[in-house]
C-alpha cells in the first residue's frame, strides 16, 4: 500500500507538539519549490542560500511561539515569508548580510537525513531549468511579459512602458502566459515540486 502522505497543518501541530523530525518532512517535501521561487527573485546562489535559511529560521520562531494560526496554509505562508525576506533584501540595496553556514547554526542541521546544502541547489537549478524551457514554448508577446514580470521584477506600468501597450494588454498577456504555462506543464505532465 502506497504511503498516504501526512497534512501539512499536521506536521504543523507535531513540530509544535515537539517532533523535530516533522519539521525536516515539512522542509524536504517543499524545499524545492521554496529555493525555486528565491532563485528566480534574485538569481544568486549564496542570496538564494541566506534567504532560503532565514525563511526557516523565521517559520521555526514562529512555530516555537504559538502564534501560527495559518491553518492547512503552511505552504503559501512560508511563501508570504520568503518574498518578504527578499523585499527586505532589495530594500537594503543588496547588501545582504551573510549568513553562511556555520557549524553553530546550519538550517539542513535540524533535517533528519541531513540534505547537503549541494542537493537543494540542484533540485532548484532542475526547476528553474524546466521552467525557462516551458517559458520559451509560450507566444513571444506572452513570454516577454512573463519574463519581465518574473524574472526581471518589473511592475505592469514599467512593462507597459517598455513594451509599448497599455496596461491592460500588459496584464491579459501575463493571465494568458500563466494559463499557457499551466497547459503546457499538464502537456508534459512535469511536477514542479518534490
Known amino acids: 500500500m502506497a504511503n498516504v502522505q501526512i497534512p501539512d497543518a499536521l506536521l504543523v501541530k507535531s513540530y509544535v507538539a515537539g517532533d523535530e523530525n516533522a519539521l525536516a518532512t515539512l522542509i524536504n517535501r517543499h524545499q524545492s519549490k521554496i529555493y525555486g521561487f528565491i532563485y528566480s527573485k534574485v538569481n544568486d546562489r549564496d542570496t538564494s542560500d541566506d534567504i532560503f535559511q532565514d525563511t526557516f529560521i523565521k517559520v521555526i520562531k514562529t512555530l516555537k511561539s504559538h502564534s501560527y494560526n495559518e491553518e492547512g496554509k503552511f505552504l503559501p505562508w512560508v511563501m508570504r515569508i520568503a518574498h518578504n525576506l527578499i523585499v527586505d ?5 543588496k547588501k545582504m548580510p551573510m549568513f553562511r553556514e556555520t557549524e553553530e547554526f546550519s538550517i539542513f542541521s535540524i533535517m533528519s537525513d541531513n540534505v547537503p546544502n549541494i542537493e537543494a541547489k540542484m533540485i532548484a537549478a532542475q526547476v528553474e531549468n524546466d521552467l525557462q524551457k516551458l517559458i520559451l514554448e509560450l507566444p513571444a508577446d506572452q513570454r516577454e511579459v512573463l519574463m519581465m514580470r518574473i524574472y526581471q521584477d518589473l ?14 494588454t500588459a496584464l491579459g498577456r501575463m493571465r494568458y502566459a500563466l494559463m499557457n504555462l499551466r497547459k503546457i506543464i499538464e502537456k508534459h505532465q512535469i511536477i514542479l515540486t518534490n
Open 89 to 93: 533584501h532589495f530594500r537594503r540595496n
Open 155 to 168: 511592475s505592469f506600468k514599467e512593462i507597459s512602458e517598455q513594451t509599448g501597450v497599455s496596461i491592460n
